[in-house]
């Protein structure tokens, strides 16, 4: 019977490491949250985005503490992000659009409930942000309208701002 001690070990470490960069992640986001006064919904999607790259991390890890070879990790994992890069990519980029998401997050000047006016030669609009999902933004016209437009295309648009009366900033 083989003692597996050391692996048992770096795995507890590893665990413990998983648990404080988790801890100091949400903290940082929450921080970060209320200094860009974002809406809790917000702060708690963009923390389970973090977390699930954490976890995928110390799957990792562990995998190659208790022996997988490197390189049939490297297969593995390379075969694994092939069939979900054709599946992100046959699915309209849903990868940018969660990475616009983060991006929306830490450094967009607008907000939940603010009215914006997107700029677009074709199709202006003016509305106000409903919702920020991981893949979509909610828009409402005046008229109603509920306009879902992808996280990656609302970055591509120039998009002013409005006061309450209605005046541009």
Not at 94 to 111: E, Q
Not at 113 to 123: A, L, T
Not at 152 to 160: A, E, M
Request: hydrophobic content about 50%.
């Amino acid at each position: 019977m083989e003692i597996y001690i050391p692996q048992i070990v770096a795995t507890v470490i590893a665990m413990v490491l998983l648990y404080v960069s988790r801890y100091i992640i949400h903290k940082v986001i929450a921080k970060s949250g209320r200094l860009l006064q974002k809406s809790e919904i917000r702060t708690r999607q963009i923390r389970q985005l973090f977390s699930v790259l954490l976890n995928v991390v110390f799957v990792i890890l562990v995998a190659l503490i208790w022996g997988v070879n490197p390189g049939n990790l490297w297969v593995g994992l390379s075969s694994l992000f092939a069939i979900i890069g054709v599946a992100f990519f046959a699915q309209w980029s849903l990868l940018s659009n969660v990475t616009a998401c983060v991006i929306m997050y830490f450094s967009a000047p607008f907000r939940i409930g603010e009215r914006i006016r997107i700029i677009d030669k074709d199709n202006p609009i003016e509305a106000t942000i409903e919702n920020i999902h991981a893949f979509y933004t909610h828009i409402r016209t005046e008229e109603g309208e509920l306009i879902v437009i992808p996280n990656n295309l609302f970055l591509q648009k120039i998009v002013s701002l409005k006061n309450n009366t209605g005046q541009i900033l």
